[in-house]
């Protein structure tokens, strides 16, 4: 059965919303259309949309101006909504489990089943112990209706909501592939929230959202220097007064990139003691935070795991004649979300 033209992805973050069209063919990815408009703060926060009508219009607006005609799209929910467990279950036939998940969600989801969207996929069968691993997903309905009411606003079709996480690992398989018999990690740090996911056998092991992100370093700029939010923002992006940026900005930056590496360290090291897995071979580090110097320094002292910062364009053959290519390359770190949103399918097989 045929999966159909490419949905649209459209990643709403918490400073920005990203909106990238794909193309595949049998040469690669070509990025026909891609959208950038930032947001103000409080207008989304902690991966809730608080101020619809904003996010509705800019949505329109960048639809209306990269002349994106395509209306069916894909989403993405991230944060406290979404519960991702791998669990064990006795081996069953795929229609036995549809009519079982729903008791299993209730045993390991800390939310009454009424309020969440349940879905989930077979990870590998193991016929000699009579058990299965499955991995589980559960979302608030009322976030994804969120979602799916603000895309309808702006007059679009929501056919897919993902998981950030998730989306991150469909752009890293269909670019680098996975390996089946490794272990490594995909880091993707936001704003405010980082995500991470550990393939293990070419398939997520484990994965956790972190309530740390680069907001954290540039309100710890703030409060140290006492200065506008504003110019920590762009101390830490690296834009001072005629290109100088203060010796104490370098070491806050650095003390707050080792609490970030903290955090990741604390969720590899409950990885570890739980899985049974004897390495992690190498850490990918992606989003928007990634290119701060000190943080994959951090990261991998701390971790003592080889770490690569990983670039999710880099597989982009090509890009439309009105992409703006500056424009993709300035944000070229924060794209793994939407460009992975991007892979998805009108209609799609389920393995």
């Known amino acids: 059965m045929r999966e159909g033209k490419n949905l649209v ?3 709403i973050g918490t400073t920005s919303i ?64 979404a519960i991702i467990r791998k669990i064990s279950v006795p081996l069953m036939t795929d229609a036995e489990l549809d009519e079982q998940i ?27 112990e009579g058990q299965m691993e499955v991995l589980l997903v559960a979302a608030k309905r009322d976030q994804i209706e969120d979602y799916a009411q603000l895309v309808r606003a702006a007059k679009l079709r929501p056919i897919v909501c993902d998981i950030d996480a998730f989306s991150v690992q469909n752009l890293f398989e269909a ?5 089946p018999d490794q272990t490594f990690a995909l880091v993707n740090v936001g704003a405010t929230l980082s995500s991470l996911n550990v393939i293990s056998g070419g398939v997520s092991a484990f994965s956790r959202e972190i309530a740390n992100g680069g907001n954290s370093v540039s309100e710890e700029i703030q409060r140290t220097m006492g200065i506008p939010y504003e110019q920590a923002e762009a101390y830490k992006c690296g834009d001072g007064q005629d290109g100088i940026v203060p010796d104490q900005v370098v070491q806050i ?69 009105e992409v703006n290519a500056e424009l993709v ?19 799609e097989v389920r393995a």
């Open 9 to 11: 992805g459209v990643d």
């Open 18 to 81: 990203k909106v990238c069209q794909l193309k595949q063919s049998r040469k690669g990815l070509e990025l026909q259309k891609f959208g950038f408009e930032p947001l103000a703060s409080q207008v989304v926060v902690d991966g809730q949309v608080m101020d619809a009508n904003v996010v509705t219009e800019l949505l329109q607006k960048i639809f209306k101006e990269q002349k994106i005609r395509q209306r069916d799209v894909a989403v993405s929910v991230s944060g406290q909504a």
């Open 102 to 128: 729903q008791w299993e969600a209730e045993q390991h989801i800390p939310f009454d089943i009424k309020d969440v969207q349940v879905d989930h996929q077979v990870l590998n069968r193991n016929p000699d």
């Open 175 to 179: 670019t680098r592939g996975l390996a």
């Open 253 to 321: 930056v650095e003390g707050s990139c080792d609490s970030i590496a903290a955090e990741i360290q604390r969720s590899l090291d409950f990885f570890m003691a739980t899985s049974g897995d004897a390495t992690i071979s190498r850490l990918y580090l992606t989003g928007g935070c990634a290119n701060l110097p000190p943080l994959a320094q951090c990261v991998e002292s701390r971790s003592r795991i080889p770490v690569e910062t990983w670039l999710p364009t880099e597989a982009l053959i090509s890009m439309g004649k």
């Open 329 to 347: 390359e300035r944000h070229g770190l924060s794209l793994s979300v939407p460009l992975g949103l991007a892979l998805r399918k009108v209609r």
